[in-house]
């Protein structure tokens, strides 16, 4: 159990730890992740346009009379469930094809992010038809989102098992069959199991072949398995089947990156813009790389190549006035923040970031709508928002260079004690401490975050609050 920094008669606290990236916010551009089992089956916790065709997937395609699907999903549209429900069981009744009304019903409810009413007819699908693999197989992925890794486990074996047994639908039996190779590979990824992994994935590709998504994965997995080249050629194969997987180079880089070989991530990195010199995601993804290793000039450069590919490109937008900031040059910063907020004014790296650069301003205006983007941040992402600690972390600053130093220290003292500290809220939980004249609890929170942490937006402050300390603090 970890430690905490904390004096006996003080509230704010400091629980050390890798601190979360600060930088999070920005555009996962050269993320390349386990993919979840829900990629492969099309389930959807989204806002989507469901159609008869997407709901019923190719699993039957050309095999049944969408009408009364249509009629059904019109149904649940105007909030009349039951009608819904009589329109897919009679879908259902005249094609058995089909999948089980209450499959149907619950992809409708996933597809407006109701996850109880969605598992309630799942569950009642396995007492209706215990014999279809499919509601087995879409509780396994609901469970593996939930990280619910050994109960994943559990359901798609029972799903494959069910499977095996299964005729009274090619088409839907070879989708099940996909679908339990992918399930099973993700559980086997997820525990870093990389030959079960391997055998799971070659069942999957044995079946679809054209997959971008299951050459991806199993590059991912041939590199964790040591096998670079074969990593390699699976992620071309990816590329070349959808142009919109990760550029092969960048995706190696991703992977040596994560086992610190820095000097073979930059050598890929270096590959990947020579090779698409005019694809500004292959830029920008490079750009946040070097934005990453603290090589602003270069970040600078791949960026602003990206937006002189694509003036209108957010991301770019957001990742140079990121750079800006890093660079505390806060007049671009602005500019570039402002122009991505004008832009989307939803998206919240974009509002964000805006308000942290505002706050440094000395205009009152501008100070003033620093303190309102970062209130409604707060208001609009409150629990289970990815990006509730980002939003109070910002507001609590915020708070801080307007002199209320009580609001900013309560809301730090919170998120200190669930250890999900940002390294600019270490920063400012710093400040505040120095504030109180307790500077060598500062100086170890600063002296922790900088020997992790090689670039953040706040560092150079933070670099330099540390050397003011001295080594006799306090």
Not at 9 to 38: I, M, N, Y
Not at 115 to 132: C, K, N, W
Not at 246 to 259: D, F, G, H, I, T
Not at 284 to 300: D, F, M, R, T, V
């Amino acid at each position: 159990m970890a430690s905490r920094f904390s004096h006996p008669h003080s509230a704010l606290v400091f629980l050390p730890g890798k601190v979360t990236e600060s930088l999070a916010v920005l555009p996962r551009l050269l993320a390349v992740a386990v993919v979840a089992a829900a990629f492969c089956s099309g389930i959807s916790t989204t806002h989507a346009q469901v159609t008869a065709q997407s709901l019923v997937g190719k699993a039957v395609s050309g095999d049944a009379e969408f009408q009364d699907i249509t009629n059904g999903i019109n149904r649940f549209r105007d909030r009349d469930i039951e009608g819904c429900r009589a329109m897919f069981e009679r879908a259902h009744s005249s094609n058995p094809k089909l999948p089980p009304p209450g499959v149907l019903m619950s992809m409708l409810w996933l597809s407006v992010n109701q996850l109880q009413p969605a598992r309630g007819e799942l569950e009642q699908t396995v007492i209706d038809y215990p014999a279809d693999p499919e509601p087995y197989l879409m509780l396994g992925d609901l469970a593996f989102q939930e990280r619910r890794v050994t109960d994943a486990e559990t359901l798609f074996s029972r799903g494959v098992a069910l499977t095996d047994a299964f005729d009274e639908n090619p088409k839907r039996k070879r989708d099940f069959q996909i679908r339990g190779y992918a399930g099973l590979a993700a559980v086997a990824e997820a525990r870093k199991q990389w030959a079960l992994a391997e055998k799971q994935l070659t069942g999957w590709l044995d079946l679809d072949p054209d997959s971008a998504s299951g050459h991806q994965r199993m590059g991912i997995v041939q590199f964790q398995l040591g096998k670079p080249t074969e990593a390699l050629t699976e992620f071309r194969e990816a590329r070349s089947l959808d142009q919109t997987a990760v550029q092969p180079e960048l995706a190696m880089a991703r992977l040596y990156e994560e086992k610190k070989d820095t000097d073979k991530a930059r050598r890929l990195i270096e590959l990947a813009i020579e090779s698409s010199p005019q694809d500004s995601a292959v830029l920008l993804a490079s750009a946040q790389w070097y934005l990453g290793q603290n090589e602003l000039e270069a970040a600078k450069k791949q960026t602003d190549a990206a937006l002189a590919i694509d003036e209108k490109s957010l991301d770019a937008k957001i990742v140079r006035g990121a750079i800006a900031r890093v660079e505390r040059d806060y007049a671009a910063a602005e500019k570039f923040f402002s122009a991505a907020h004008t832009q989307s004014p939803l998206n919240f790296p974009a509002s964000n970031s805006l308000a942290l650069v505002l706050i440094e301003s000395d205009d009152d205006e501008a100070r003033q709508r620093a303190l309102e983007m970062a209130e409604g941040n707060v208001a609009l992402h409150r629990e289970n928002s990815p990006q509730q600690v980002n939003a109070l972390t910002t507001l609590a600053w915020v708070f801080y260079r307007l002199g209320r130093r009580e609001d900013a220290e309560q809301i730090l003292t919170q998120i200190s004690q669930s250890n999900q500290l940002t390294s600019d809220g270490a920063y400012y939980v710093a400040r505040l401490l120095v504030d109180r004249g307790e500077s060598k609890r500062a100086r170890t929170i600063l002296e922790q975050v900088l020997s992790q942490e090689p670039v953040f937006a706040t560092r150079a402050d933070a670099q330099e609050l540390f050397e003011s300390l001295g080594t006799d603090s306090e």
